[in-house]
């Protein structure tokens, strides 16, 4: 399934930056996120267990992913009896995506779709999640009034994004976030990251006017020892401020 054509700014160009890095998701890391024995979240592989993104009752619950990639979260819920879909903009992530759905016998939908404009009926699903897919690379006043329109009354919300404080201190381009704020709380929303675009609100600014009541909000600290650093964030920074954080609201609530 295709949504309309005729996307422009920011969504042509994460649309392009995300076809370009398919190879970085592509093999190893797919395979080694499905075989798990417990799903995990974030930069730092934050188990499930700690932060409990996903509701007790995932069982029977009609879900939606925002930004699935290779499509791995999907796959853990539809190990828990969800029924889910997969929503991506990129044209050459599904490849991917299906590969591992024949490789690991798990079937379900992947549309291919902006969640800024999702081609799905109102009141259609129970769950919502977004791991640094839709909830970075979407424009936020445009992908959340678009779930709450999915999402049935009493529908769970769940995405992980960048933490404010990382976008302040990281002085773009890809360098390493600091100890230092280099951008301003009240500012743009959006920003250039190499070849893409994010988007990173301030609290105040989240899941404003959709109808969501937030249930928790959860800053990630990284483990110590953690397995990595990155090339904009490392591991010392993330035990000391929040790289990302973890969001969960109701609607209608």
Sequence with gaps: MTAAEGSSGHVALNRRYR?????????PLARDHRRRSEV????????ESQ???????????????LGRGTAYVCARLARVGARPVGVDLSREQPATAASMQREFAIV??????DAERLPLRESSFDLAV??????????PYRWIPQ??????????LAFVRRSPLFARCASGGGAQAGPAL????????????????EFTLAHGDMLRSC??????????QAPQPAQRDYARVCAAWARKWPSEQIWKARLGR
């Design 108 to 113: 379900f939908p992947l549309v291919l779709a």
């Design 211 to 220: 109808g969501f009541t937030v249930e928790d909000l959860i800053e990630i």
């Design 182 to 197: 280099l951008r301003a709380q009240f500012g743009p929303r959006e920003r250039g990251e190499g070849a893409g675009i």
């Design 40 to 47: 995990s979240w974030g930069l730092w592989n934050t188990p």
């Design 130 to 139: 977004s791991e640094f897919g839709a909830s970075l690379w979407c424009d």
């Design 51 to 65: 932060v409990k993104l996903l509701p007790d009752d995932v069982a029977g619950m009609d879900a939606l992913e």
């Design 147 to 156: 779930a709450a329109r999915v999402l049935r009354p009493g529908g769970h």
């Design 19 to 27: 076809d370009e890095q398919r190879a970085g998701w592509h093999g």
